[in-house]
């Protein structure tokens, strides 16, 4: 089946540890993303990719770097000068163009600071 | 820039009640529309889209009609279930750095 995986499903760190979250998707999507989501904030994007070795900043880029080295995979770094990271990660993929694309997604790994 | 407006708070009704969540949007040009759909614990699907103006989504049992005359993209439901209680997203797409715009969804909850 295809599909998006993200893992794990459940993280916690302590604080002033980076930490990387997990996407891979077989979908042989060009486009990838990836979502910050808080409760009341909707979903906020981080950091999306349109192609291999290409990435752009969103909305929220500060303390989280990626990269984009296959196609299959996006992973996101959650470093520790994101100052708020508790959250839940979502990540998603599309083919390239979204105006008449949906973007799929992953169940999300839910991100905790201790 | 572009953006998404939902109506504010979560929404609380009766099985077999009619369900309307409203969405407005902001946007250059000509936006692709989207409802998506969050269950507890996991990730969002898409439910219904439309592409162009009076263009209509539908999708088990929801629909959605792209009004371009008054910027909206209202979802509606006749007759909810349990089974419909979960998180709705409107997004549209923003041409410019092909990404999608989410508004900040609403809990939808259906009681028995």
């Known amino acids: 089946d295809g599909g998006i995986t993200q893992s794990p499903k459940y993280l916690f760190r302590k604080e002033g540890q980076n930490v990387t979250l997990s996407c891979e998707q077989n979908?042989?999507?060009?486009?990838m993303y990836w979502y910050r989501q808080d409760p009341g904030q909707g979903l906020r994007l981080i950091y999306y990719?349109?192609?291999?070795?290409?990435?752009q900043k969103g909305d929220i880029a500060e303390g989280y770097s990626v990269s984009r080295e296959k196609k299959e995979s996006f992973p996101l770094t959650v470093t520790s000068a994101q100052k708020n990271p508790t959250a839940f990660y979502l990540c998603?993929?599309?083919?390239?163009?979204?105006?008449?694309?949906?973007?799929?997604f992953g169940p999300g790994t839910r991100l905790t600071v201790l | 820039g572009d953006s998404v407006t939902q109506m504010e708070g979560p929404v609380t009704l009766s099985e077999e009640a009619f369900l309307t969540i409203n969405c407005t949007y902001t946007?250059?040009?000509?936006?692709?529309l989207f409802w998506y759909v969050q269950y507890p614990g996991e990730g969002l699907q898409l439910l219904l889209k439309?592409?162009?103006?009076?263009d209509k989504g539908s999708n088990k049992g929801f629909e959605a009609t792209y009004r371009k005359e008054t910027t909206s993209f209202h979802l509606e439901k006749g007759s909810v279930q349990v089974s419909d209680s979960a998180v709705y997203f409107c997004?549209?797409?923003?041409?410019?750095?092909?990404?999608?715009?989410f508004g900040k969804g609403n809990q939808v909850v259906v009681i028995p």
């Open positions: 998603a993929s599309s083919l390239r163009d979204v105006s008449y694309n949906e973007q799929f």
């Open positions: 979908l042989n999507h060009d486009a």
């Open positions: 990719s349109q192609i291999v070795n290409d990435f």
């Open positions: 946007a250059t040009g000509y936006p692709s």
């Open positions: 439309a592409t162009k103006a009076d």
């Open positions: 997004a549209l797409s923003d041409y410019g750095n092909n990404r999608l715009a």
